[in-house]
């Protein structure tokens, strides 16, 4: 695990901490988790198991310390490593079946938020009284979630991959920039 992909995933994860903060609450203190998204996108870009784990569970620990949903502390702790591998193994899957990088994207948006949604409320029924039911907070907050996080996916995903090309391409030799 380079230490530069480290830094570049923490940076996307910081971002999506600031997304997630201006996010305001829909239903019951829930709001849809844009961090998530940037774990999408770390995912996206850096295929490696242990990097994934480790983006997974920061972006958990980010998303516990900003949770404003009574028992999203322990629901996210979990959800987001758990999520961060489902969603590697669906892009593996797609690149298996040699699926277009964009179906992908809505593919990852749609199942990665879906599965993440699912966890984070399961979890959260087990360890605390959810404040509505299931299924009203899965229509409410995570079908939204859902649409919204695959939109900003298809947005921000090829911009962070360009971004992130270009950055790659610049080395430092004796001081000078060689692009």
Same mark, same amino acid.
């Given at each position: 695990?380079?230490?530069r992909? $480290? &830094?570049? @995933?923490s !940076? *996307?994860?910081?971002g999506?901490?600031? /997304?997630?903060?201006?996010? #305001?609450?829909?239903?019951a203190?829930?709001?849809p988790?844009?961090?998530?998204?940037?774990?999408?996108?770390?995912v996206?870009?850096?295929?490696?198991k242990k990097l $994934? &784990?480790? @983006?997974g !569970? *920061?972006?958990?620990?980010?998303?516990? /310390?900003?949770?404003?949903? #009574?028992?999203?502390q322990v629901?996210?702790?979990?959800?987001?490593?758990?999520?961060?591998?489902?969603?590697?193994?669906?892009?593996?899957?797609?690149d298996?079946?040699?699926?277009?990088?964009k179906?992908s994207?809505?593919i990852?948006?749609?199942l990665?938020?879906?599965?993440?949604?699912?966890v984070?409320?399961?979890?959260?029924?087990l360890?605390?009284a959810?404040?509505?039911?299931f299924l009203?907070?899965?229509?409410?907050?995570?079908?939204?979630?859902?649409?919204?996080?695959?939109?900003?996916?298809?947005?921000?995903?090829?911009?962070?991959a360009?971004?992130?090309?270009?950055?790659?391409?610049v080395?430092?030799n004796s001081?000078?920039?060689?692009?």
């Amino acid at each position: 695990m380079e230490l530069r992909r $480290v &830094i570049e @995933s923490s !940076l *996307l994860l910081a971002g999506g901490f600031v /997304l997630h903060q201006i996010m #305001p609450p829909l239903v019951a203190g829930m709001k849809p988790d844009m961090s998530l998204l940037m774990l999408f996108i770390v995912v996206l870009l850096y295929q490696d198991k242990k990097l $994934v &784990i480790l @983006s997974g !569970l *920061l972006a958990g620990i980010i998303s516990a /310390l900003s949770t404003t949903f #009574p028992g999203g502390q322990v629901a996210n702790m979990l959800d987001k490593p758990i999520t961060a591998l489902a969603v590697l193994t669906l892009i593996l899957l797609g690149d298996y079946f040699k699926l277009s990088r964009k179906f992908s994207l809505g593919i990852v948006g749609i199942l990665g938020t879906i599965i993440s949604g699912t966890v984070f409320l399961t979890t959260a029924s087990l360890v605390v009284a959810l404040p509505q039911s299931f299924l009203v907070l899965f229509i409410s907050v995570v079908l939204p979630a859902t649409l919204l996080n695959t939109c900003f996916l298809y947005m921000l995903y090829p911009i962070i991959a360009k971004i992130r090309g270009l950055v790659s391409k610049v080395e430092f030799n004796s001081g000078e920039e060689i692009v």
